[in-house]
């Protein structure tokens, strides 16, 4: 938590510091509440991106393993094989969608940042 320069902190600009804390708290304050709503159900669409993004690449991987299973006799389980790339792929997708977002959230920021310092 921020807490103001004690009275007889000799350093100079500790209270400028303080005060851009302050700003950018108040700053962050202001944008989550007129994000309000949006962001809440931002929030659970990007649950729902990466629950699909994971559960689709599986699903298929497993459809092509059990087909393999079938047409092709061997000794080892096309499926169990199938599901583990599936999962890899779904786990890599579901990465490049969350950094892809979290980037553009840095990148907002940094720009809100940048216009109230000017």
Not at 14 to 28: D, G, L, N, S
Request: net charge positive; glycine share 8%; aromatic share 10%.
């Amino acid at each position: 938590m921020t807490q103001p320069p004690k009275k007889n902190d000799k350093r100079p600009g500790a209270y400028r510091e303080f005060q851009k804390q302050v700003e950018a708290k108040q700053r962050r304050k202001l944008h989550s509440l007129q994000q309000g709503e949006h962001k809440a159900w931002f929030g659970l669409g990007m649950f729902g991106l990466v629950g699909w993004s994971v559960a689709i690449p599986t699903l298929l991987c497993i459809a092509l393993g059990i087909w393999l299973d079938r047409t092709v006799t061997g000794r080892y389980s096309w499926t169990l094989l199938l599901l583990a790339v599936g999962i890899a792929l779904g786990c890599l997708n579901a990465w490049f969608w969350v950094s892809k977002e979290h980037e553009a959230i840095n990148q907002q920021r940094h720009q809100q940042e940048d216009r109230h310092e000017l």
